[in-house]
């Protein structure tokens, strides 16, 4: 703990640090806005004899930012909030999609590509997660029995990292040999089941390692936009040995000012999350999730071209 506690101060004095040796003088510029969007889709079934039920699934999405750009430096912040639910014939309501993260990102370039770089990215869950299973009963027949498995801060990841970036146009990458993860499983509960990889008499996991982080926003032509964020991180105490990734792709296709379509996948792989695989067998797997939106979006803020 005390290893992580260091590394997120030494951040912060950095950060000071960095900004202190910018001329104060100079011209800084910041872009904010917003943007707010709503995913809806229904099918009502009667007498169908294709069969199947009927659906209605619900999405939100809230997304803020705040970027300065002053001389040789950029301080980039974002928050998105993403809550998404549904239901399938007469169940009820479902999650089916819940995320808060939290970015920072401070670069001053040295030279025309490369510079240093202070990092942190926070994630976890606005509501509860339950997990569905079919279970036998003795007489006959199977019910559907909930398992409570996930809630706000149970888990919650904090990454920091302190290196050097090298960036072009549209992309930047940042290595960072001083970096630490906290896991929180703030939950008492879940955190006596050793969840997430925490100790069962603790409801925080620290780590010191390093990290890798790509960053991609392209045009891919108009008005299809490509981004992606990869970010990897490696504890030292496992001697590198072990490597947790969070990787996201996101493809937008703006249709008008108010209507656009998304698709987003997320690839998670970490050793300290154990998963009920399909073969029967618990421990550490793939995750994959890949989402198809189409909705309204409505940006509000700085409409200057991102550089």
């Given at each position: ?254 249709v008008n000012k108010y209507i656009n379509t998304t698709i987003t996948t997320q690839l998670i792989y970490d050793e300290d999350i154990n998963i009920n695989r399909e073969d029967g ?27």
């Amino acid at each position: 703990m005390k290893r992580n506690l260091l590394t997120f101060i030494s951040f912060l004095l950095f950060i000071n640090l960095l900004q202190a040796q910018t001329d104060t003088t100079s011209q800084e510029l910041w872009r904010k806005g917003a943007n707010f969007g709503l995913n809806f889709s229904q099918v009502e079934l009667e007498n169908w004899a294709g069969g199947g039920e009927s659906s209605i699934s619900v999405t939100g999405l809230v997304g803020l930012y705040a970027n300065m750009k002053r001389d040789k430096s950029t301080w980039d912040n974002a928050l998105d909030i993403t809550y998404g639910q549904a239901r399938l014939g007469d169940q009820d309501f479902r999650k089916t999609d819940d995320q808060l993260i939290l970015k920072s990102l401070y670069n001053r370039l040295l030279n025309k590509r490369w510079g240093f770089a202070a990092g942190l990215d926070f994630r976890t869950q606005l509501d509860e997660g339950l997990s569905f299973r079919e279970v036998e009963l003795p007489g006959g027949g199977t019910e559907e029995v909930a398992t409570f498995i996930s809630e706000f801060m149970s888990p919650g990841y904090l990454n920091t990292n302190i290196g050097f970036s090298y960036t072009i146009p549209h992309f930047k990458a940042v290595i960072s040999p001083l970096a630490s993860k906290l896991t929180f499983v703030l939950n008492d509960e879940l955190a006596a089941q050793g969840a997430y990889g925490v100790d069962s008499t603790e409801n925080i996991r620290s780590e010191a390692g390093a990290s890798l982080n790509l960053i991609a926003d392209y045009d891919l032509m108009e008005n299809v936009k490509f981004k992606t964020n990869f970010l990897a991180f490696t504890d030292y105490s496992d001697g590198l040995e072990e490597i947790d990734i969070n990787w996201e792709v996101q493809f937008i296709f703006q249709v008008n000012k108010y209507i656009n379509t998304t698709i987003t996948t997320q690839l998670i792989y970490d050793e300290d999350i154990n998963i009920n695989r399909e073969d029967g067998t618990v421990g550490p797997a793939t995750q994959f999730k890949g989402v198809l939106n189409i909705g309204v979006v409505y940006n509000i803020g700085d409409k200057r071209k991102k550089e």
